[in-house]
């Protein structure tokens, strides 16, 4: 089964309007760690936020927000007034404590490729 | 230091020769990890370092693969006798052990093999 499950590979929108990317995660381990990055065309992984999984509250970074519903397993990124430079690729990622990705490691979906248009 | 530097940023070589990345990262963290990302797809762990020890390696990283991180600072990742199917992006990234916010990400390498 995949641990992280992004839904949407590709997503249109417009200028200023919020946009929310979906993402769901499977894990048994009870403390991990949640990740939005950032992928432009250049290459590099953007760190975008964080939420722990004992984390009461939802994580929040400038216009980034994070939906955290931990019954559900879902944290979705919210991206408040979107931008023409929001276009890029963006990747969910976890965290287990014993995944066998490397204490530490991430473990990646497939990413959702955001298009923002004028 | 400014972030994770990878060299080369583009790598193209012939099937059946060696190719070396290095990455040197942010020289406080003591985490150092390898990952491949093949097209329309997210990065895949490959391993990892804690200073200089290599502490686990992935599957995917086949006994042609080899990677090294000597006295704990930079890293180089070694492939040999190439296949087209090694062809993506390798992305080096850093970390403090045990950070929420530490994984620092390269450009990466992408090796293309003809």
């Known amino acids: 089964a995949q641990k992280i499950t992004q839904t949407q590979p590709g997503m249109f929108v417009q200028e200023k309007e919020a946009v929310t990317l979906d993402c769901t995660y499977d894990?048994?381990?009870?403390?991990?760690?949640l990740f939005w990055y950032k992928q432009p065309s250049s290459g590099e992984m953007i760190f975008l936020i964080y939420?722990?999984?004992?984390?009461?509250q939802n994580a929040t970074e400038g216009r980034y927000s994070l939906n955290f519903q931990k019954a559900r397993k879902s944290a979705n990124l919210v991206i408040s007034a979107s931008q023409l430079g929001d276009s890029a690729m963006y990747f969910c990622?976890?965290?287990?404590?014993?995944?066998?990705?490397?204490?530490?490691?991430?473990?990646f979906g497939k990413g959702t490729h955001l298009i923002i248009q004028p | 230091d400014t972030g994770v530097s990878q060299n080369p940023r583009h790598k193209i070589t012939k099937r059946g020769q060696n190719v070396t990345f290095r990455c040197d990262p942010i020289s406080e963290h003591n985490r150092l990890y390898w990952y491949r990302q093949t097209l329309g797809q997210g990065p895949e762990f490959l391993t990892y370092?804690?200073?200089?020890?290599?502490?686990?390696k992935s599957r995917l990283l086949s006994d042609r693969f080899s990677a090294e991180r000597p006295k704990g600072s930079f890293s180089t990742l070694e492939i040999q006798r190439t296949e087209q199917g090694d062809s993506a992006m390798y992305l080096c990234?850093?970390?403090?052990?045990?950070?929420?916010?530490?994984?620092?990400f390269g450009s990466g390498t992408r090796l293309t093999v003809v």
């Open positions: 894990t048994s381990d009870p403390s991990y760690g």
């Open positions: 370092f804690q200073n200089e020890a290599q502490l686990e």
């Open positions: 990622a976890m965290r287990e404590r014993y995944s066998g990705g490397g204490a530490d490691g991430l473990t």
């Open positions: 939420q722990g999984s004992y984390d009461q």
């Open positions: 990234a850093s970390s403090f052990t045990g950070a929420n916010y530490g994984y620092t």
